[in-house]
């Protein structure tokens, strides 16, 4: 079946630690995106990537990296430099732009 | 600017009719993407409209105005498994969305 898949579901990490949520698709979508949601607000986009060695800054991209190596992967490494990392991390993909999103099942990463 | 808002919360009775608005202040939105989102899980495709009037899908249906900026997801026969939160999308078919909040629905018995 495809799908996306992100790993782990729960992921706890010291302040001042950098961690990286994995996120693949099995889709052979071209599109895929990082959203943080917080509660009482929308997703906001992190990075966004059109195409395999590309990728582009969203709306919230200072203190998170990303790399599109190979088109199934996009993990998103959370830095020290955000502020204020403790959030629900969503990937999804689509086939390009404009169209449906796919999901992936998300991580909950707690920052202690 | 691009902005979607849609209510908070809402709250029906099993077996009723509930519509949910959204309206969006933006140019260049061409279409509305409705997602469901149970607590701590993904969202999940519900519609998609891109012209003006109403798609339905079995007990989902779903309006799209652009003249006016205006969506609704309309839930017929509620279920307690439709209790979630229900996201509105905009897109101006770039790689580019804009989610309103979520409208938290709690269906009760």
């Known amino acids: 079946d495809g799908g996306i898949t992100q790993s782990p579901k729960y992921l706890f990490r010291k302040e001042g630690q950098n961690v990286t949520l994995s996120c693949e698709q099995n889709?052979?979508?071209?599109?895929m995106y990082w959203y943080r949601q917080d509660p009482g607000q929308g997703l906001r986009l992190i990075y966004y990537s059109q195409i395999v060695n590309d990728f582009q800054k969203g709306d919230i991209a200072e203190g998170y990296s990303v790399s599109r190596e190979k088109k199934e992967s996009f993990p998103l490494t959370v830095t020290s430099a955000q502020k204020n990392p403790t959030a629900f991390y969503l990937c999804?993909?689509?086939?390009?732009?404009?169209?449906?999103?796919?999901f992936g099942p998300g991580t909950r990463l707690t920052v202690l | 600017g691009q902005n979607i808002d849609q209510p908070t919360e809402m709250t029906a009775t099993e077996g009723a009719i509930v519509q949910i608005n959204c309206t969006y202040q933006?140019?260049?939105?061409?279409?509305l993407f409705w997602y469901q989102q149970h607590a701590g899980e993904a969202p999940t495709f519900l519609s998609y409209?891109?012209?003006?009037g109403l798609e339905e899908k079995g007990r989902f249906s779903s309006f799209l105005s652009r003249s006016k900026g205006y969506s609704y997801l309309l839930l017929k026969e509620l279920q307690m498994k439709d209790s979630a939160s229900y996201l509105c999308?905009?897109?101006?078919?770039?790689?580019?969305?804009?989610f309103g909040t979520g409208t938290r629905l709690k269906v009760l018995a």
């Open positions: 999308a905009g897109t101006s078919g770039t790689y580019k969305y804009i």
């Open positions: 409209n891109v012209l003006d």
């Open positions: 933006t140019s260049g939105f061409n279409g």
């Open positions: 889709l052979n979508h071209d599109a």
């Open positions: 999804a993909s689509s086939i390009g732009s404009g169209g449906e999103q796919f």
